[in-house]
């Protein structure tokens, strides 16, 4: 019995430590720091070319005429960061908008990846309803 | 009213305290009349919550803003069916509608088994009563749905949430809840045997028919989920791994390994110790899953918003939930062991194990991924998050296992497979296989993952087919009668091995889907009138932007022509639809155009009223569509497997032989005649006149046509019909033709009768499941009625025998053949 319950237990510890290395490993390269722009802002080279998820909220959308590029400033605490997309935004982006932007940080602003736009809606009513549906972490 | 929700609510809560006192100090003093009256306080808690429901969805109808729940989901515009939907459209009303739902469940597996396990009844009732008394206790001191205004009411409600006013919407919740309540009676089974040490295999069979209600009611609400986020959010797919998602999966996981599990236990005595922690479990991440959605403790787009307080009550309940249900099972254990050791790692047993443990494993690793970016702010303060990829990444390997588990589990023999019976059971499976695989190369499929999935589905099909055919070959030589009674009567037989198989095949189906997501295909573009793009052999040409009104909402419909290659196959209209009441949450009208092979999805992501240009996201879809009639092929199976042992008794036993492939052949014959029956020109008639019931006149009356007062001397009734004649009869339009007809001419859908409802519209999709679900239930009763009446005697005892030698063939067979 005891060395049945040993060998189980050996296997266990094996496949339970194999499963979590692989889990870590993989968890490294996926994972996206979640940072409101004043805390990124702070020290911008630090976070170059690292995948963020920058929050704040959304001032001077410009738009190339007849295109679907974006230029605007995302701000939060004072902080102000330039960001450019391509692509479809949600409903809700609007001068004002709170949004939640996925994307790397460059010397010349903040690059949003493709569908990486999540903008809360203004409503007081029920914030966690309408957002995008894109989301996980907005 | 109001005060009468909040009285009911009380006594309830009151009706929870006695029914769990009663049960236990009954149980405990053997007193057959506390028992009784505990039993009997338990119905009245069910009586009291429908009562509650009465007056919550009354006062949804008459528009009862002095209650601040309706006031805030509701609003008098709303049509009728949102209106009772907004019930469970928000916190507090979801976990009232979650109480009264345990309570008719609830009720419903004590009656039905007062009798049969007449031991485990008082804790039954005392653990079920204790649950409800928490979320009624959370009701009432925390989120009361009856709560009203101080001051004066306000003149009308908010309404409900515009993405909710849909109808896979309106009925996802219940069908989720469904499933999840469904989840707590296993789990009060489970822990009466506990409490009582009754812990033979009887309490199992109570528990494992409800674990397959709730299985299957859980399947039937994610799978309206993924519907709905598929029409309605608009961005192209089904499933995003939101938290809110993620936890009605939980439970799922948990209550699918523990079906399949269950089956090691009722034939080999093994397992136990791990059954009874997998309906622990399932229960417990039925409570997580609700305390997920509505703590606030994940950010999500369908959650209930922050709320701390609501949050500590939930974790002080989930930790006695644990404390409590893992003490007992320690407490047990010794009358937990098992009677059996596994033989041999090339068995079915084995196989079950296999699949528990990736299934718990997934079901961890989804927590985890969900949990994470909470853990990581707990444990080092800054918050990471995972998106998508990293879900996918794992569970996209992870499925590909459970997918080839399926497909061997049932080839394997209990006990030991020995490799001649390998070899057998194998061949023609891996072989078919290997040939789609084959084939699949060949044409240049160049996603692996969708190709192993392609394979492995087809290994799927080959095993399950390959399973009915010799079942029914060994029945065939033995009961003489042709093939397709045969297979008849072996489902018929036994219905849950078969009916497992068919949901096999259902999960097969939805696995296809799954790995059409590895074709999708997508591009957006800005168009001006006239201009067209081209996406895969699609060609989209933007006609023209429309601005549309009706009572709720402003409508901006982008008219497309669709050309596949350089045919025209039509028209599609994506919308944005904007509220009067929440202008700032347009909601996005998928235009859909659904196909076997591949969905074409245009969304109308944004428009410029000034040079009616407007911007289209087109993504085609491969396969979609087989995720929804896997489902349904799942149902039919887990229907199947439901079903009373005596219910398809009479198909085995009184049926000759030769008469089920003689009526299939006469309904065959006799299906393309009926068809014919109906010519043309008396269905054109039929819809003629349904639709006079449907449009209004134009005298002024504000009836519909059929009923106008005016008639026969009504002018506006001349003119109405002229021009349904022309639509109906010349034009040869359908309905919803020809009242969009209608609606265009008028400018405005105040000409019909009830506005055009998209969703409801839907209904006539569920309309031939539910004659049909009706009618086999109207069947069943008959068989039984007929199977009881012909042989009341003889047929029990030979069942009995059955029940033992049929267990016994089942083995021997295999090793046989």
Same mark, same amino acid.
């Given at each position: 019995m005891?060395a049945?319950?040993?060998?189980?237990?050996?296997?266990?510890?094996?496949?339970?430590?194999?499963?979590?290395g692989?889990?870590?490993?993989?968890?490294r390269?996926?994972?996206q720091?979640?940072?409101?722009?004043?805390?990124? %802002?702070?020290?911008?080279?630090?976070w170059h070319?690292r995948?963020?998820?920058?929050?704040?909220?959304?001032?001077g959308?410009e738009r190339?005429?007849?295109?679907?590029?974006?230029?605007?400033?995302v701000?939060?605490?004072?902080?102000?960061?330039?960001?450019?997309?391509?692509?479809?935004?949600?409903?809700?982006?609007?001068?004002?908008a709170?949004?939640?932007?996925?994307?790397t940080?460059?010397?010349?602003g903040f690059?949003v990846?493709?569908n990486?736009?999540?903008a809360?809606?203004?409503s007081?009513?029920?914030?966690?309803?309408?957002?995008?549906p894109n989301?996980s972490?907005? | 009213?109001?005060a009468?929700?909040?009285?009911?609510?009380?006594a309830a809560?009151?009706?929870?305290?006695?029914a769990?006192?009663?049960?236990?100090?009954?149980?405990?003093?053997r007193?057959?009349r506390?028992?009784e009256?505990?039993t009997?306080?338990?119905?009245?808690?069910?009586?009291?919550?429908t009562?509650?429901?009465?007056v %919550?969805?009354?006062?949804?109808?008459?528009?009862n803003?002095?209650?601040?729940?309706?006031?805030?989901?509701?609003?008098a515009?709303q049509?009728?069916a949102?209106?009772?939907a907004?019930?469970?459209?928000?916190l507090?009303?979801?976990?009232?509608?979650?109480?009264?739902?345990?309570?008719v469940?609830?009720?419903?597996?004590?009656?039905?088994?007062?009798?049969?396990?007449?031991?485990?009844?008082?804790?039954?009732v005392?653990?079920?009563?204790?649950?409800?008394?928490?979320f009624?206790l959370?009701?009432?001191?925390?989120?009361?749905?009856?709560?009203?205004?101080?001051?004066?009411p306000?003149?009308?409600?908010?309404?409900?949430s515009?993405?909710?006013?849909?109808?896979?919407?309106?009925?996802?919740?219940?069908?989720?809840?469904?499933?999840?309540?469904?989840?707590?009676?296993?789990?009060a089974f489970?822990?009466?045997a506990?409490?009582?040490g009754?812990?033979?295999?009887a309490?199992?069979?109570?528990?494992r028919?409800w674990?397959?209600?709730?299985?299957?009611?859980?399947?039937?609400?994610?799978?309206?989920?993924?519907?709905w986020?598929?029409?309605?959010?608009?961005w192209?797919?089904?499933w995003?791994w939101?938290?809110v998602e993620?936890a009605?999966l939980l439970?799922?996981f948990?209550?699918t390994?523990?079906?399949?599990?269950? %089956?090691v236990?009722?034939r080999?005595?093994?397992?136990?110790?791990?059954n009874v922690?997998?309906?622990?479990?399932?229960?417990?991440?039925?409570i997580?899953?609700?305390?997920?959605?509505?703590?606030?403790?994940v950010?999500?787009?369908?959650?209930?918003?922050?709320?701390?307080?609501?949050?500590?009550?939930?974790t002080?309940?989930?930790?006695l939930?644990?404390?409590?249900s893992?003490?007992?099972?320690?407490?047990?254990l010794?009358?937990l062991?098992?009677r059996?050791?596994?033989?041999?790692?090339?068995?079915?047993e084995?196989?079950?194990?296999?699949?528990?443990w990736i299934?718990?494993?997934?079901?961890f690793?989804v927590l985890?991924a969900?949990m994470?970016?909470?853990l990581?702010?707990?444990?080092?303060?800054?918050?990471l998050?995972?998106g998508?990829p990293?879900?996918?990444?794992?569970m996209l390997?992870?499925?590909?296992a459970?997918l080839?588990?399926?497909?061997?589990?049932?080839?394997?023999?209990?006990?030991?497979?020995?490799?001649?019976?390998?070899v057998?059971?194998?061949l023609?499976?891996?072989?078919f296989?290997?040939?789609?695989?084959?084939?699949?190369?060949a044409?240049?499929?160049?996603?692996w993952?969708?190709?192993?999935?392609?394979?492995l589905?087809?290994?799927?099909f080959g095993?399950?087919?390959?399973?009915?055919?010799?079942?029914?070959?060994?029945?065939?030589a033995?009961?003489?009668s042709?093939?397709?009674?045969? %297979?008849?009567?072996?489902?018929s037989?036994?219905?849950?091995?078969?009916?497992g198989?068919?949901?096999?095949?259902?999960i097969?189906l939805?696995?296809?889907?799954f790995a059409?997501?590895?074709?999708?295909?997508?591009?957006?573009?800005?168009? &001006?009138?006239?201009?067209?793009f081209?996406?895969?052999?699609?060609t989209?040409?933007h006609e023209?932007?429309?601005?549309?009104?009706?009572?709720q909402?402003?409508?901006?419909t982008?008219?497309v022509?669709?050309?596949?290659?350089d045919?025209p196959?039509?028209t599609?209209?994506?919308?944005?639809?904007?509220?009067?009441? &929440?202008?700032?949450e347009?909601t996005?009208?998928?235009?859909?155009?659904?196909?076997v092979?591949?969905?074409?999805?245009?969304?109308?992501?944004?428009y410029?009223?000034?040079?009616?240009s407007a911007?289209?996201a087109?993504?085609?879809?491969?396969?979609v569509?087989?995720i929804?009639l896997?489902?349904?092929?799942?149902?039919?199976?887990t229907g199947?497997?439901?079903?009373?042992?005596?219910?398809?008794?009479f198909?085995?036993?009184k049926?000759?032989?030769g008469a089920?492939?003689a009526s299939?052949?006469?309904?065959?014959?006799?299906?393309?005649?009926?068809?014919?029956?109906?010519t043309?020109?008396?269905?054109?008639?039929?819809?003629?006149?349904q639709?006079?019931?449907?449009i209004?006149?134009?005298?002024?009356?504000?009836?519909?046509?059929?009923?106008?007062?005016?008639?026969?001397?009504?002018?506006?009734?001349d003119a109405?019909?002229?021009?349904l004649?022309?639509?109906?009869?010349?034009?040869?339009?359908e309905?919803?033709?020809v009242l969009?007809?209608?609606?265009?001419?008028?400018?405005?859908?105040?000409i019909l009768?009830?506005p055009?409802?998209k969703?409801?519209?839907?209904?006539?999709?569920?309309?031939?499941?539910l004659v049909g679900?009706v009618?086999?239930?109207?069947?069943v009763?008959?068989?039984?009625?007929?199977?009881?009446n012909?042989?009341?005697?003889?047929a029990?005892?030979?069942?009995?025998e059955?029940?033992?030698?049929r267990?016994?063939?089942?083995?021997?067979l295999?090793?046989?053949?």
């Amino acid at each position: 019995m005891s060395a049945k319950a040993l060998k189980i237990g050996a296997t266990a510890a094996v496949v339970v430590a194999a499963l979590s290395g692989l889990l870590f490993s993989t968890l490294r390269e996926d994972t996206q720091f979640y940072k409101h722009v004043d805390e990124v %802002m702070n020290d911008p080279s630090a976070w170059h070319g690292r995948r963020l998820q920058l929050h704040g909220y959304v001032a001077g959308i410009e738009r190339k005429r007849s295109s679907l590029e974006y230029r605007f400033n995302v701000q939060s605490n004072g902080s102000v960061v330039q960001a450019s997309y391509t692509g479809v935004v949600p409903d809700t982006f609007k001068e004002g908008a709170e949004v939640v932007l996925k994307g790397t940080l460059g010397a010349d602003g903040f690059h949003v990846e493709r569908n990486g736009v999540m903008a809360k809606c203004p409503s007081k009513y029920e914030p966690s309803k309408g957002v995008l549906p894109n989301t996980s972490g907005s | 009213m109001p005060a009468l929700g909040n009285a009911l609510l009380l006594a309830a809560f009151i009706a929870c305290a006695y029914a769990i006192a009663a049960s236990v100090a009954g149980a405990r003093r053997r007193s057959t009349r506390l028992i009784e009256s505990g039993t009997g306080a338990y119905y009245l808690i069910t009586a009291l919550m429908t009562v509650a429901s009465g007056v %919550m969805v009354h006062a949804f109808v008459t528009n009862n803003y002095a209650i601040k729940y309706v006031q805030r989901y509701s609003e008098a515009a709303q049509p009728l069916a949102y209106k009772i939907a907004s019930y469970w459209g928000g916190l507090d009303g979801s976990v009232m509608f979650w109480v009264f739902l345990l309570g008719v469940f609830g009720s419903l597996a004590v009656y039905t088994n007062r009798e049969r396990h007449r031991e485990l009844i008082p804790y039954v009732v005392a653990v079920l009563a204790t649950t409800q008394m928490f979320f009624i206790l959370l009701m009432v001191v925390h989120n009361n749905p009856f709560s009203t205004f101080l001051t004066a009411p306000p003149r009308d409600g908010r309404g409900l949430s515009p993405l909710l006013q849909n109808f896979y919407m309106a009925i996802h919740p219940p069908s989720l809840y469904t499933g999840l309540v469904a989840m707590t009676i296993p789990y009060a089974f489970g822990m009466a045997a506990l409490i009582t040490g009754h812990l033979d295999d009887a309490w199992l069979r109570a528990v494992r028919r409800w674990t397959m209600i709730g299985w299957l009611a859980l399947s039937f609400g994610l799978t309206l989920g993924m519907l709905w986020a598929y029409e309605e959010l608009g961005w192209g797919g089904y499933w995003a791994w939101d938290p809110v998602e993620n936890a009605g999966l939980l439970p799922w996981f948990t209550a699918t390994a523990f079906l399949h599990s269950v %089956m090691v236990q009722e034939r080999r005595g093994m397992l136990r110790v791990w059954n009874v922690t997998l309906v622990i479990t399932t229960f417990f991440l039925t409570i997580f899953a609700t305390f997920m959605t509505r703590s606030g403790v994940v950010q999500s787009v369908h959650a209930f918003g922050e709320d701390r307080e609501l949050a500590r009550l939930f974790t002080i309940f989930m930790i006695l939930i644990v404390t409590f249900s893992f003490g007992l099972v320690i407490h047990r254990l010794p009358l937990l062991r098992s009677r059996n050791e596994l033989d041999s790692w090339v068995s079915r047993e084995a196989a079950f194990l296999a699949n528990n443990w990736i299934l718990l494993f997934s079901a961890f690793f989804v927590l985890f991924a969900t949990m994470f970016p909470t853990l990581s702010e707990l444990v080092t303060g800054e918050r990471l998050t995972v998106g998508p990829p990293f879900f996918n990444k794992w569970m996209l390997p992870i499925g590909l296992a459970l997918l080839a588990l399926t497909g061997v589990g049932p080839l394997l023999a209990w006990r030991k497979s020995t490799i001649s019976n390998l070899v057998e059971q194998f061949l023609y499976p891996v072989i078919f296989a290997f040939v789609v695989a084959g084939g699949l190369v060949a044409l240049g499929v160049r996603v692996w993952s969708s190709g192993v999935c392609f394979a492995l589905c087809a290994f799927v099909f080959g095993t399950i087919a390959q399973e009915f055919i010799r079942g029914a070959e060994v029945r065939r030589a033995a009961s003489g009668s042709d093939r397709l009674t045969a %297979m008849i009567g072996l489902v018929s037989r036994s219905k849950r091995r078969y009916g497992g198989y068919i949901v096999h095949v259902g999960i097969a189906l939805m696995f296809l889907g799954f790995a059409g997501e590895g074709f999708k295909q997508e591009a957006e573009k800005i168009l &001006r009138p006239g201009e067209q793009f081209t996406v895969a052999h699609f060609t989209i040409r933007h006609e023209a932007l429309r601005v549309t009104s009706d009572a709720q909402k402003q409508m901006i419909t982008g008219h497309v022509s669709v050309l596949d290659g350089d045919k025209p196959i039509g028209t599609m209209e994506p919308a944005k639809w904007f509220y009067a009441k &929440r202008e700032q949450e347009p909601t996005t009208e998928v235009a859909i155009r659904r196909g076997v092979s591949e969905d074409l999805y245009i969304v109308l992501a944004g428009y410029e009223a000034a040079d009616q240009s407007a911007t289209y996201a087109v993504t085609i879809n491969p396969l979609v569509n087989w995720i929804w009639l896997g489902f349904a092929i799942m149902a039919l199976g887990t229907g199947l497997a439901l079903l009373p042992e005596s219910a398809l008794a009479f198909v085995a036993a009184k049926v000759p032989s030769g008469a089920a492939t003689a009526s299939v052949l006469l309904l065959m014959l006799l299906l393309p005649s009926l068809a014919r029956a109906q010519t043309p020109d008396a269905t054109r008639a039929v819809l003629r006149k349904q639709l006079e019931g449907e449009i209004l006149c134009t005298c002024g009356c504000r009836r519909p046509m059929n009923d106008c007062p005016m008639e026969p001397n009504c002018h506006g009734l001349d003119a109405q019909r002229a021009k349904l004649d022309k639509y109906v009869v010349e034009q040869g339009m359908e309905r919803d033709q020809v009242l969009a007809a209608f609606a265009a001419d008028y400018g405005t859908q105040a000409i019909l009768a009830r506005p055009i409802d998209k969703g409801f519209n839907r209904l006539a999709w569920v309309f031939p499941y539910l004659v049909g679900l009706v009618s086999a239930a109207g069947a069943v009763v008959i068989a039984r009625r007929w199977s009881r009446n012909a042989e009341p005697e003889a047929a029990a005892p030979a069942s009995q025998e059955d029940e033992a030698l049929r267990s016994r063939l089942d083995d021997e067979l295999r090793d046989l053949d």
